[in-house]
């Protein structure tokens, strides 16, 4: 047995040892996730403080206070102990930066860049009638437009992969492997060697130009994948909870409804909320298949706004930009207590 | 309470055979064990009865009346599962309620009928938690008065004690004994555990790959079972089984030669089976050595090479009265005969040392 001294000094060296690897995790961590906060700060300052043209001096005297504010902060967590006494540090910590940002920002903000909210002739104003051509749309046409196709596109995956995924999980049928693999398969394939076809198609088909062809084009390619994650979910549920719901007298349907359904719902939400995301973030295929103005996205908006030969206000293509981010931040934020419990088909014990 | 017929019942799944045509009459009110090993056919009777799986041919009977089109939501069976079962999203009330919700029957009843079956299987404290906040124990009484909350003319039991350790399982097996006693409800029990079976059912069934062997009381079954599957599966320790052949009227094991017992042609290989608890230590005429003992509690389980060859012999008592290499000898009051070919037993009393 060692010493009472030698237990100290075991016990004082692995103190340092594990601080030393908490400085180097933090360090690391912080200049890491640096690279991807920078951008969304540039995106938020500007949006709110830039005048035509954009200018960069609220960006640095936001970073300069920011950046020793983060810095104190790893300071603090790396050296008070957990408890009380750290948590109140650190809300006096992030009153002192809240002031700091008020002082150096403060005077240089304002609402001017969000006036396409609220005036449907903005980019008339801006760049002429003769801009891109004629009437430029409200941003809220835009807003609705891409509502309806994100929430439409929605609904349809939903409904088909959550009973795709079910029948395929517990029936069987001929071909039922090779279909699997071929869902795999679709998924594997990059959308965008399939954009001349399928603009051929839905030319074909005659609805070019609609927000209905998008809609479909997205359902068709989200679907493989959706179906193979639903499909997993409904694996993970026991057969036994399905045949006692039929001995207690349900018909299969009820059953499916009111036993089987329930146990997936955080699957039905990861698929929902992805979906709605992949519809709401979709450029490509509302580029090539949307013509008329009425027609136009959030994203065609924004490409629109930004392309112009006179010189573009960067300041409100950033108030665009953060204003097309909100929904999608609103609705992970509200999704992912439930988004986290999901591994690839299934649910975590 | 219903009786229960099946009559020339059989399964098929593409070309395999899950139960080859079984014949089998339920009593109303009897509290029937069907037994075997896994994968001989005794959930797919089960999940027939419940009308889960339809019969590729024969007829189903309850009461008489053939029920081999009528899907399982009509067929008023309660059934509890190995995995219990029960609806992780719902409170242990709605658990136990669901049968009478898809009834239609009104809520102040149905609220009357849960608590009354609540109390009866002891789940009264519990009827708001979720099923995840439940011991094992809990989770099979709920599942257990979940089936039976809509009176039903028949209750399954797949593997319901398997789950539970050891002294919940004995507690539960006399609590499901005496439920089903108390409600008088007709009950089949899949088990491959002999002493569940034995200990809870009034008659068994024991069954092996797709067919029934034999069907009586437990004292049938462990006295004058059918075959040598039926022997070898009921009794522990197991059953000594010694291959032997036959030649004029004398059954020859091992290196030793036995009076044949009754009258009648022996077939020319037969096996002779010895419970381990009919052999004694010390006496008879056959010579062996002892290989190796157990403790077992209050007895001890004797491992012993003998002129006719390996036995295991049970001795009670608690103190052990052999050491292993010891010479001993031994001899037994009774057999079994079998013949070797078609493995079903002889209709005589097999050879016992003189």
Redesign the interface.
């Not at chain 1, 045949?243 to 018909?251: K, R, V, Y």
């Given at each position: 047995m060692p010493e009472a001294a030698a237990w100290a000094d075991l016990a004082a060296r692995t103190r340092r040892r594990r601080l030393l690897v908490d400085a180097t995790l933090w360090t690391f961590l912080l200049l890491g996730s640096l690279p991807i906060l920078v951008p969304y700060l540039w995106l938020l300052t500007v949006a709110l403080s830039g005048r035509t043209g954009a200018s960069t001096t609220v960006l640095w005297g936001t970073l300069a206070v920011l950046f020793p504010a983060l810095l104190a902060w790893s300071l603090i967590r790396l050296a008070l102990p957990e408890g009380r006494g750290q948590r109140r540090t650190e809300w006096a910590l992030a009153a002192i930066a809240l002031f700091g940002l008020a002082i150096v920002t403060g005077p240089h903000l304002h609402l001017d860049n969000w006036r396409f909210l609220w005036n449907p002739l903005i980019a008339d104003s801006l760049k002429g009638a003769s801009g891109v051509g004629t009437k430029f749309p409200s941003v809220w046409s835009a807003f609705f437009n891409s509502l309806l196709i994100a929430s439409a596109q929605m609904v349809m995956v939903v409904t088909v992969a959550t009973l795709a995924g079910y029948y395929l999980s517990r029936f069987a049928f001929g071909g039922r492997e090779a279909y699997l693999q071929g869902l795999l398969v679709l998924h594997a394939f990059p959308a965008m060697t399939l954009v001349i076809p399928i603009f051929l198609l839905v030319y074909w088909a005659g609805l070019l130009d609609t927000r209905l062809s998008v809609i479909l084009v997205i359902v068709a390619l989200e679907l493989p994948f959706a179906i193979f994650v639903m499909k997993g979910f409904f694996d993970a549920v026991?057969w036994?909870?399905e045949?006692?719901?039929?001995?207690?007298?349900?018909?299969r349907r009820?059953a499916f409804l009111l036993?089987v359904l329930?146990?997936v719902k955080v699957g039905v939400l990861a698929v929902a909320v992805f979906a709605f995301l992949r519809g709401w973030e979709e450029y490509v295929f509302t580029r090539t298949l949307l013509i008329e103005k009425a027609n136009w996205t959030m994203s065609l908006y924004l490409f629109w706004m930004r392309e112009d030969v006179m010189g573009t206000d960067y300041a409100m293509v950033s108030a665009i930009g953060v204003f097309y981010v909100i929904p999608s931040i609103v609705l992970y934020t509200a999704t992912q207590k439930y988004l986290t419990q999901m591994t690839i088909g299934g649910i975590k014990g | 309470m219903a009786t229960v017929e099946l009559d020339k019942v059989e399964k098929r799944f593409g070309e395999v055979v899950a139960l080859e045509p079984v014949d089998l009459a339920i009593r109303s009110g009897e509290f029937l064990a069907i037994l075997g090993p896994s994968g001989c056919g005794k959930s797919t009777t089960l999940f027939l009865l419940a009308g889960i799986y339809a019969p590729s041919a024969g007829e189903i009977r309850f009461d008489g009346v053939r029920i081999n089109e009528i899907e399982a939501k009509d067929r008023n069976v309660g059934i509890v599962f190995q995995s219990y079962a029960l609806y992780p999203h719902m409170t242990v009330a709605q658990n136990i309620g669901f049968p009478l919700r898809l009834k239609r029957v009104p809520i102040d009843e149905s609220k009357r009928r849960v608590e009354a079956i609540a109390r009866l299987v002891r789940v009264e404290e519990l009827l708001d938690r979720k099923p995840a906040q439940l011991s094992g124990g809990q989770q099979q009484r709920v599942a257990l008065a979940r089936a039976l909350v809509k009176e039903p003319q028949l209750l399954l039991l797949d593997e319901p004690l398997s789950n539970l350790d050891a002294g919940l399982r004995l507690a539960m097996r006399g609590e499901i004994r005496r439920l089903q006693r108390e409600l008088g409800v007709t009950t089949v029990l899949v088990t491959h555990d002999q002493i569940e079976a034995v200990t809870m059912a009034d008659r068994i069934v024991c069954m092996s790959k797709g067919r029934i062997e034999q069907i009586g009381t437990a004292d049938d079954l462990y006295a004058r079972p059918a075959s040598l599957f039926v022997a070898s599966f009921l009794g522990s320790p197991p059953i000594n089984l010694v291959e032997g052949t036959a030649e004029d009227g004398a059954v020859r094991l091992g290196e030793r030669s036995f009076a044949a017992n009754g009258s009648g042609p022996l077939p020319q290989r037969v096996v002779v089976g010895i419970r381990p608890e009919a052999i004694r230590l010390g006496e008879g005429p056959i010579r062996g050595r002892i290989l190796d003992g157990e403790p077992h509690g209050r007895e001890w389980i004797w491992l012993v090479e003998s002129e006719v060859g390996a036995l295991r012999v049970v001795e009670p008592g608690a103190a052990p009265r052999h050491r292993a290499g010891e010479q001993v000898v031994l001899g037994w009051s009774e057999s079994l005969l079998f013949d070797a070919a078609d493995e079903r037993r002889l209709q005589m009393p097999g050879p016992v040392p003189s």
């Open positions: 026991p036994e909870i045949m006692s719901a039929m001995a207690d007298g349900c018909s009820r036993v329930p146990q | -």
